[in-house]
């Protein structure tokens, strides 16, 4: 996963407002909603063993193994103003995959 410049700028602004501690970073979770469409959420939050961290244009990004498998091949972008919002589109050259797809692991439960 990368990130685009403006997301990496929108990303750092947040940071800046909300956590005084560096260290920290954006948690991007891939998950589904009860009607099944795919989701994803971006939160501030601290590194956790096991995390694939990803660092993009001076942003910290966590996944979980579950989630690196699934966004692996997508940009976080930003949208921009007014309207605003972050958006996951593959990248036009897919890099090596984050993590080994584990066969256990089903991203898409219902």
Do not use: W
Not at 85 to 108: A, H, M, R, W
């Amino acid at each position: 996963m990368t990130t685009t410049e403006r997301a990496a700028k929108k990303l750092r602004d947040i940071l800046t407002q909300k956590c005084s501690d560096i260290g920290l970073g954006f948690r991007v979770k891939n998950s589904t909603d009860e009607s099944g469409h795919a989701v994803f959420s971006i939160e501030v939050d601290k590194e956790c063993p096991g995390d694939v961290v990803i660092k993009s244009n001076g942003v910290k990004v966590l996944l979980d193994k579950e989630s690196a498998a699934v966004l692996g091949e997508y940009e976080l972008d930003y949208l921009g103003e007014p309207d605003g919002g972050f958006s996951l589109k593959v990248q036009k050259k897919p890099t090596k995959p984050l993590v080994e797809p584990d066969t256990n692991i089903n991203c898409y439960k219902r």
